[in-house]
């Protein structure tokens, strides 16, 4: 009885340790440490998920990207839920005041524009450029007519974007001359550029704010009329000049204490490939 | 008289096992709904001490300081009274009809159609919304969006139906067949049947299915962040439900992630979470008295 017990009780340990020998290579396989978490910007995520893709197929390491938007990006980054924050605006000195204690580093990965855009049926019907003053009076809620600036007689649809939006911060810091003001006049306010081109092209007299590469056939860009009366169209051309009024980098964040891996995605986002995926985001690569 | 006594005992263990197991699930449930009130009340506290944050106010501008919680409070009731006028009739009625003039192997079919339909996702119903329901109201008032405070509340009415009409129908099945024979037995009509015997027996059932479908309507967050237009203002005039507005929850899936943790804003978000999960305590306990009540009468 007792010699039969005995083998019995070490194949039964010696499974018990080839299980638990499995188990842990198995955690330790999922806690693998090599995967960076990148969030923030829907306007810097496409550029960075399609480079992202290339990354981990070269090098194995996965690179999960979130969207969320410039704010949630970088509060996320300081509260270390995140390795790479993306942002579509610089880091405000708020923000850096509300966590003193951690020094970021902004890498312009590319430049892109924010173009005031509109309903497709408002463009066709005659209403191709806008003073900044136009743009300012109708989020201030002074006009709220397309008639008044030659188009169809049908009220303004305005829509605005959450207040920590990067895109939002861009576009009323040069409308409005304060990237916080209050927008009085808008009538819906939405998040991503996703969300913000959904609306725009579901309504047929709206104007909203889009990131250049979210434009197509039912979203058309406004050119501006500057203030000595010319007209700057929302081309790749301006916007690589500056000449476009709503120019800003695009930016990855990181913190001190980043993790190599993560310094060396944002090398490969700079490399060659990178700004290929950059540009092909629709995009102008970063000038460094 | 030894395997008496190892009998013996094997009860007692397993009872004191099972007893100890329930007692530490329950202290546990405890536990977590007071860890959640005490997080809340505690974070809800710089706001609370922060001076000129306009609480009751309806002005919301994190940069100025400024959290007016009134837009938001008014957008949630506001929705859930709209949701709740569409969800009830509309449940009760069916609910009768399923229970009352139904055989048992449709009525088991319908329900479990309901079942799935209760079960969808709510950021099913809102592609919804945003797809079709948002266009198919703007076309029908003739605005010039429909992400508007009706649209939210219709969407989460339907979101509702199917949880209030399966729970309604329930309470109302589970009225022994006594009470029907009896009430039948004493020349009855069907309505007389079901008006003075059934409703008054199957009410604190449907109280409790009503209850549970005004938590899920407060509660609801994607499906109604979709489509109610998130505008942090009263709507003008103050009842009008084609005008946009926003919820306490779509405001917190909104912002929640913006905010740093600990900063006032941060606060004020945690704040209207804590004022929700207040209401629907207070909806609780109104609808426990209010039966309590009528219990004394029967």
């Keep these: 009885m007792s010699s039969e017990k005995a083998p019995f009780s070490t194949v039964f340990l010696m499974s018990k340790n080839i299980s638990i020998a499995l188990l842990s290579a198995v955690l330790a396989a999922c806690s693998a440490p090599e995967a960076i978490s990148v969030s923030g910007s829907s306007t810097v995520l496409p550029a960075v998920s399609k480079a992202a893709d290339q990354y981990s197929s070269r090098t194995g390491i996965s690179v999960i990207v979130n969207a969320g938007g410039s704010g949630g990006g970088f509060n996320q980054l300081a509260e270390g839920q995140t390795d790479i924050g993306m942002m579509s605006r610089d ?8 966590f003193k204690a951690i020094s970021f580093k902004e890498t312009a ?25 136009q743009i300012a009076d109708i989020y201030a809620g002074r006009v709220d007519n397309w008639a008044e600036f030659g188009g169809p007689d049908r009220a303004i649809f305005a ?4 207040a920590s939006r990067g895109t939002r911060q861009i576009f009323m810091g040069v409308v409005m001359g304060d990237p916080k003001a209050e927008a009085p006049g808008a009538d819906l306010v939405t998040g991503s550029n996703n969300e913000e081109q959904t609306a725009l092209t579901q309504s047929d007299s709206a104007i909203g704010m889009l990131s250049y590469a979210w434009l197509n056939e039912d979203v058309r860009g406004l050119s501006i009329t500057l203030d000595d009366g ?3 169209e929302p081309t790749l051309d301006t916007i690589r000049s500056g000449e476009f009024p709503f120019v800003r980098n695009l930016n990855v964040v990181t913190r001190q204490d ?5 310094e060396d995605f944002i090398t490969f986002l700079l490399g060659p490939e990178g700004q290929k995926m950059v540009e092909e985001s629709g995009y102008i690569r970063a000038s460094n | 008289m030894n395997i008496a006594n190892r009998q013996t005992y094997r009860r007692t263990t397993n009872f004191s096992g099972t007893k100890i197991y329930c007692l530490a699930s329950a202290a546990i449930s405890v536990t977590i709904v007071c860890t959640i009130l005490v997080t809340l009340l505690v974070q809800s506290g710089p706001v609370l001490f922060t001076e000129n944050a306009g609480l009751i106010g309806t002005k919301w501008n994190p940069s100025d300081g400024q959290f007016g919680i009134l837009p938001m409070l008014f957008g949630s009731i506001f929705v859930m009274l709209i949701a709740v006028t569409i969800a009830f009739p509309l449940g009760l009625m069916a609910a009768v009809y399923i229970a009352e003039t139904r055989s048992s192997k449709l009525r088991r079919a319908l329900k479990s159609v309901l079942e799935i339909l209760a ?10 919304g945003v797809a079709y329901l948002n266009i198919w109201i703007a076309d029908l008032f003739d ?10 509340g219709i969407l989460l009415g339907i979101m509702i139906l199917p949880t209030f009409l399966t729970l309604t129908e329930d309470a109302i099945s589970a009225v022994p067949v006594k009470f029907r024979e009896n009430a039948k037995s004493l020349g009855l009509y069907r309505h007389e049947v079901f008006f003075s015997i ?29 489509v109610i237009g998130s505008l942090d203002r009263l709507p003008s005039p103050l009842f009008n439900p084609l005008s946009s507005g926003q919820t306490i929850t779509s405001k917190l899936g909104r912002e929640v992630t913006e905010s740093a943790f600990g900063s006032p804003h941060f606060s004020a978000l945690v704040f209207m979470g804590l004022l929700l999960v207040l209401i629907t305590i207070l909806l609780t306990i109104v609808s426990r008295l209010m039966f309590k009540q009528e219990d004394r009468h029967v």
């Design chain 1, 91 to 98: 880091i405000t000195a708020g923000e850096l005041e509300k």
């Design chain 1, 109 to 133: 990965i590319g430049k892109d524009a924010v173009v005031p855009s509109i309903s497709s049926e408002i463009y066709d019907a005659g209403v191709e450029t806008l003073t900044l003053s």
């Design chain 1, 159 to 162: 829509i605005d974007k959450e």
């Design chain 1, 230 to 232: 010319r007209i700057v």
């Design chain 1, 258 to 262: 980043t993790k190599p891996s993560a």
């Design chain 2, 119 to 128: 079960g969808i996702p709510s950021i099913v119903y809102g592609l919804i």
């Design chain 2, 143 to 152: 605005l010039q969006s429909g992400r508007i405070i009706l649209t939210a």
């Design chain 2, 198 to 226: 059934i409703l008054p027996k199957a009410k604190s059932g449907i109280a409790g299915a009503g209850l549970l479908a005004l938590g899920r309507a407060l509660g609801e967050t994607m499906a109604v962040m979709l």
